[in-house]
Nanobody
């Protein structure tokens, strides 16, 4: 069984930074790609960033491109999302995810249905 556990959320002021981390346990060798989604109150869940397990290719949503970095440490079964220049609209519940579907394009990896494993979520609140 696979478990994902997020950490690093919290309250931050506009313009601040946060580093979210995800720790995976279980059958992590089956991962093709990992990433982050978020869901704000009253809004749909959205893809933020993804990274492939084997070669570290990355992809970002326009909403965070240029102010976020996703990284991984395969030896530790962890991946992180560094968020900078935070805005009140970044307030949301952030989820780490993992997909075992090999060979998917980034267009497909932006769909939550292609991720079998989800963390419980960590809250990020950005105050104005």
């Amino acid at each position: 069984q696979v478990q994902l556990v997020e950490s690093g959320g919290g309250l931050v002021q506009t313009g601040g930074s946060l580093r979210l981390s995800c720790a995976a346990s279980g059958r992590t060798f089956s991962f093709y790609a990992m990433g982050w989604f978020r869901q704000a109150p009253g809004k749909e869940r959205e893809f933020l960033a993804g990274i492939t397990w084997s070669n570290g290719n990355t992809n970002y949503a326009d909403s965070v491109k240029g102010r976020s970095t996703i990284s991984r440490d395969n030896a530790k079964n962890t991946w992180n999302l560094q968020l900078n220049s935070l805005k009140p609209e970044d307030t949301a519940l952030y989820y780490c995810v993992a997909s075992t579907k090999t060979g998917l394009s980034w267009s497909a990896l932006k769909l939550e249905s292609n991720y079998a494993y989800w963390g419980q979520g960590t809250q990020v609140t950005v105050s104005s």
